[in-house]
């Protein structure tokens, strides 16, 4: 069993920062990914970004792609979101997951079910 704690969120001005992060506790997976997802006002959740589902690096959605990127400190146990340049688009509750690699497939890591243990949320809102 993994438990996932994650802080960071906030209220901010278009156009500001805010660094998300996800602390796990746990037993670790021989081969875990490591992700974001957000879930925005009326909108299903949505997969944001994930690290250690390919070897060549991370990978993200297209909405957020050039601006949200994913890292992590592995020694730690612990991954970011650095989410630069919010936009009045972005406000949601955004949500830390991991999951075992039991996949080849690249799709498979934007996927929800692919992933077994959740954080609890925070929130992130944006005025103009």
């Known amino acids: 069993q993994v438990h996932l704690v994650e802080s960071g969120g906030g209220s901010v001005q278009a156009g500001d920062s805010l660094r998300l992060s996800c602390a796990a506790a746990g037993r670790a997976y021989s081969s875990t990914i490591m992700g974001w997802f957000r879930q925005r006002p009326g909108k299903a959740r949505e997969f944001v970004a994930a690290i250690r589902c390919e070897a060549r690096g991370p990978m993200y959605s297209e909405s957020v792609k050039g601006r949200f990127p994913i890292s992590a400190d592995n020694t730690q146990n612990t991954w970011f979101l650095q989410m630069d340049g919010l936009q009045v688009e972005d406000p949601a509750v955004y949500y830390c997951?991991?999951?075992?690699?039991?996949?080849?497939?690249?799709?498979?890591?934007?996927?929800?079910?692919?992933?077994?243990?959740w954080g609890q949320g925070t929130k992130v809102t944006v005025s103009s």
């Open positions: 997951a991991t999951g075992p690699r039991t996949s080849d497939s690249k799709a498979y890591c934007t996927r929800s079910d692919a992933y077994d243990a």
